[in-house]
């Protein structure tokens, strides 16, 4: 297990809200959900993506954008257009209640002006419309928040121009009732998200998680992988380094610069995550269960480092969900 399938664990489409919409312009299309995450990408033509707290974002086709929640955003076809706003999401389940896939349809509120071609953003015949897929994911758990929390408000990766044929496949799909139609969408929209973030993190000059630029490094990945693939077992500094290859002080170094802080540091800050969601998600665990998941055979030290790392004991952690809940 590396840390970036960890991370992703949570951020799963089951079931997730599903749009699907064949569009002529003007149009506004306002996503009021606020999904933790949403994925749209358009299999032809052109719009705009307007989030709140960022600026608007130009899409052309096979482009895909990822937009973080809570704030919600719009899809128009030129900003400041003067289409009347239609809200999306409303009328169906929110991702944290489950989601229900939905068919936006058709929405064609003028004829498009014959003088405007593909290349403006407007369609110029019905055959120019802009089609939009659009997948909202909930995100379950303190596992997969780290990754959303390293997100930019909006993510955009283009296309570059070059047609992608499992998008073509995930239009298709979307636009059909067929038996097992919601399993096949859930495991391309996967598909899209995983690619979608490797290429973004990849870019030059993007800003991915330590852990994510750490990976390249053979040294910090081994350790990361191994530290991942076993939190619970008794790591040390020199079992780990004994794993890389490497001396204790080089491993010890080497992460340290790459990560940005001391694998014990790093390990005992991945139990409490997994403890968290442990926590939360098998409520009839005692403290000292969930202590030994996580590597700990006294539930006091377990119950001292949770605290110090997330500023509440695991009990009142518990409780204040359960409350929220």
């Known amino acids: 297990m590396d840390a970036f399938s960890d991370v992703l664990r949570g951020v799963r489409a089951s079931g997730s809200l599903f749009g699907h919409s064949i569009l002529t312009p003007p149009w506004s299309l306002q996503f009021v959900d606020g999904a933790p995450l949403t994925l749209c990408t358009l299999v032809s033509g052109a719009g705009w993506i307007v989030p709140e707290g960022a600026p608007p974002q130009r899409m052309g086709a096979y482009d895909t954008v990822l937009v973080r929640g809570p704030g919600t955003f719009g899809f128009v076809d030129e900003v400041g257009t003067g289409a009347v706003p239609i809200e999306c999401g ?28 593909v290349g403006s953003g407007r369609a110029g015949s019905a055959a120019a419309a802009t089609t939009l897929v659009v997948g909202a994911y909930p995100v379950r758990g303190e596992i997969s928040r780290q990754l959303v929390e390293a997100l930019p408000v909006l993510l955009y990766v283009g296309a570059g121009g070059s047609a992608d044929p499992v998008l ?64 619970a077992a008794p790591w040390t500094v020199a079992a780990l380094a004994e794993r890389a290859g490497v001396s204790r002080a080089t491993l010890a170094k080497r992460f340290a610069d790459l990560v940005g802080e001391p694998p014990l540091t790093y390990l005992t800050r991945w139990r409490m995550t997994l403890a968290a969601d442990l926590l939360l998600d098998q409520p009839d665990a005692t403290i000292g269960e969930v202590a030994r998941s996580v590597g700990y055979s006294d539930p006091f030290g ?5 605290k110090r790392v997330r500023g509440v004991s695991p009990s009142e952690f518990r409780r204040a969900a359960a409350a929220a809940a």
């Not at 377990?302 to 949770?306: E, I, L, N, V």
């Open 90 to 117: 409303v009328a169906c389940a929110t991702p944290d209640q489950g989601g229900t896939r939905y068919r936006l349809g058709w929405h064609d509120p003028g004829e498009p002006r014959e003088s405007e071609g």
């Open 168 to 231: 073509d496949h995930l239009a298709a799909e979307a636009a059909v009732d067929a038996p097992g139609q919601q399993v096949v969408l859930d495991r391309l929209l996967d598909w899209m998200l995983v690619c979608t973030l490797r290429e973004f993190f990849d870019r030059p000059g993007a800003r991915p998680p330590a852990w994510w630029a750490a990976q390249r490094d053979p040294v910090a990945r081994e350790a990361l992988r191994v530290l991942h693939a076993e939190p």
């Open 302 to 306: 377990f119950s001292a480092a949770f």
